[in-house]
């Protein structure tokens, strides 16, 4: 538990605190949302396909004297391909340097296998370790909540436990707050307007990704991958972008192009308003479509990604 000292950061005005927060959870749970109410704004794409989140992310907020580093994970499951253990590998390796864990769980669907494997493996960990509920919003009977609260407090003395919704916001003021003063006291890692530390050409090739999984939710296998190959800034102030949109096999390239090539307009008309708002400045976006076969296979396509890659 924080002392009130710590919960409203330090007695003296001018010390400042920053620390780091891994953010763990099965699949589905609502990590990247919660990542992004917690920040302020959208720094990790959503979707309801399992595994959006590939590599760690980091988002940026500051509450107070504090600057929190969130670390936003791929989902914990019980992996069965190579691209699965290298998600899930990244996602344990986040713990090496954080104050603090958030270990997120879908409220409606409550504690399976796989939230009670990673509680276990928590069991060791020497950080702070808070559960946060989410998704209470679409939890009817409440007393379920409580019940839920106190089997996850019988397996593992959390610091503290938290309800949420991410989605409407509700409870994430509080967990902020709270998280502000369990980081510890010293100076900030990044700017006081930092958000994340991604780099735009990452971000905007994420935020295509994010579109290809609205308007492709059932097609297309997580494995589809998205590549900013150039980024070139106009004399007017827009900017003209190329992506590169890399499937396994040539029936996949045709779902993503759609008859008449509507479905890749589709998906380049929303990409290009996402990036728009995140660059603040107009762009001109040309998505390519190319099969690139077992890139599963190929160490270089993780290192591009951010990702370990397993010998296995």
Request: hydrophobic share 40%.
């Amino acid at each position: 538990m924080a002392t009130p000292e710590e919960a409203h950061g330090s007695s003296e005005a001018g010390d400042r605190r920053c620390g780091f927060v891994t953010v763990l959870g099965p699949t589905n749970a609502g990590k990247s949302t919660l990542v992004n109410a917690l920040v302020g704004t959208k720094v990790a794409i959503v979707s309801h396909k399992v595994q959006t989140t590939r590599a760690p992310i980091r988002g940026i907020a500051v509450e107070g004297q504090s600057q929190i580093v969130f670390l936003d994970t791929a989902g914990i499951f019980n992996p069965k391909r190579r691209l699965d253990r290298a998600m899930i590998d990244a996602a344990w390796s986040g713990l090496e340097d954080a104050d603090a864990v958030l270990l997120v769980i879908d409220a409606a669907a409550g504690p399976d296998d796989d939230v009670m494997a990673i509680v276990q493996r928590l069991k060791t960990a020497r950080m702070k370790r808070i559960a946060v509920l989410n998704k209470i919003d679409r939890v009817e009977d409440k007393p379920k909540l409580l019940a839920l609260a106190k089997r996850l407090d019988q397996e593992l003395a959390f610091d503290r436990i938290f309800m949420v919704s991410a989605l409407d916001g509700k409870g994430v003021a509080d967990l902020r707050t709270y998280l502000a003063g369990a980081v510890p006291i010293g100076p900030w890692h990044y700017g006081e307007d930092d958000v994340t530390d991604v780099p735009m050409r990452t971000q905007a090739a994420e935020m295509t990704r994010e579109c290809i999984y609205r308007y492709l939710h059932q097609e297309l296998p997580y494995t589809t991958t998205v590549e900013t190959m150039s980024w070139k800034t106009l004399k007017d102030g827009s900017a003209r972008i190329e992506q590169t949109i890399y499937v396994e096999r040539d029936g996949q390239k045709k779902i993503v192009l759609g008859k008449n090539g509507a479905t890749i307009k589709q998906i380049s008309s929303a990409a290009r308003r996402s990036i728009e708002e995140m660059a603040g400045h107009r762009v001109h976006l040309f998505l390519f479509v190319k099969v690139r076969e077992n890139w599963e296979s190929d160490p270089e396509r993780y290192r591009e990604m951010g990702l370990p890659f397993p010998k296995s």
